[in-house]
């Protein structure tokens, strides 16, 4: 680590109350109080600041070796009042060092559906076959969770602080609304539907598509398009929290995918089937019986295939 150079340059002015004048001068600029606040996701380049902070003393005149100690308490409190900003600059990030909040972690296997309170107090259920990962507490202006599969969310209310639920590179947004995130790996699109409130969804390179209550949007995965739906039934659609099991004008594989999540059976079907739609209140009814409904709504049959299903037939 170089030494600060504090005498490097000299001054020319005989008179001490320049040098007065010239400390005084750099905090009046300095404005701690109105410094930025650099983005969150900016890195924090600790050979940077230093450097900025031993350039701002160098870049100061010298005195006369008869005023030296006076200008090298002048100079350390420059220094001092420089690392202060870039501290407060960094803040968040010089905290995250200091004092880590801990990440958790919360899995729902298929057959279960898991529920949890933030910190904030925000409620959440998760899914079966679904995954949450969360601080312990929130820190900063922003409240950011990750989501793999399906969740139902009521989130507490803080203007001061974004709630963000990140679902691959697809952002959902609220200060303070309920909503329900369909976002299963092997799902095309990931989709919301909005209960109470407004939510914002942002995929890369692509404009924030607003939702208001009854809302509903699919985001393509493979190239962000995104398409909306209104008057949609939000409660059926989120009835699976409370152990309902109501699917309406569903696409047979999206049928077949929430089988698997809640009962943890695989059922396949003929690629000729998997334009069928399915409507239907499976609630309190038995896998069984669930197969052969469906069986009959395609016209067709289910064999059993290992611990499965395989549903055969003409198609609708």
């Known amino acids: 680590m170089r030494k600060f150079t504090f005498l490097r340059k000299k001054i020319q002015a005989k008179d001490r109350s320049l040098q ?7 905090f009046d600029d300095l404005q701690l109080n109105n410094q930025p606040v650099v983005d969150s996701n900016a890195s924090f380049d600790s050979d940077s600041v230093y450097n900025r902070i031993t350039e701002s003393i ?20 420059i220094a001092v009042a420089s690392l202060s900003v870039l501290l407060y600059q960094y803040r968040l990030q010089v905290l995250d060092v200091v004092s880590p909040i801990a990440q958790k972690q919360i899995v729902a296997i298929n057959g279960q559906v898991a529920n949890l309170t933030l910190a904030d107090g925000t409620k959440i259920w998760l899914n079966g076959g679904s995954k949450l990962s969360y601080p312990e507490a929130f820190r900063g202006d922003k409240r950011e969770i990750t989501l793999t599969g399906e969740a ?21 947004q609220v200060l303070g609304t309920s909503f329900n995130v369909k976002a299963y790996p092997e799902d095309k699109f990931v989709k919301v539907d909005v209960a109470t409130g407004k939510v914002g969804v942002v ?13 509903e949007v699919l985001v393509n995965r493979k190239d962000n398009s995104a398409t909306t739906s209104k008057g949609v039934d939000v409660s059926a659609l989120t009835g699976w929290k409370n152990g309902d099991f109501i ?6 594989p999206d049928v077949l995918n929430a089988i698997y999540h809640r ?54």
């Open 20 to 26: 007065e004048n010239l400390v005084t001068k750099y």
């Open 58 to 77: 160098d870049a100061m005149p010298g005195k006369s070796a008869g005023a030296g100690k006076k200008w090298m308490v002048a100079a350390s409190l």
């Open 152 to 172: 139902f969310l009521e989130v507490a209310h803080d203007t001061r602080k974004a709630f963000i639920v990140h679902t691959g590179n697809i952002k959902t």
């Open 203 to 215: 995929a890369p390179l692509a404009k924030t598509v607003f939702l208001l209550p009854a809302e």
């Open 247 to 252: 699917v309406k004008n569903m696409p047979l």
């Open 263 to 316: 009962f943890n059976i695989e059922v396949k079907a003929d690629p000729n089937l998997v334009k069928c739609s399915i409507s239907a209140n499976f609630t309190n009814v038995s896998l069984q019986n669930i197969i052969r409904i469906i069986s009959k709504l395609v016209r067709g049959k289910a064999v059993a295939d290992g611990a499965g299903y395989h549903l055969k037939g003409k198609g609708c």
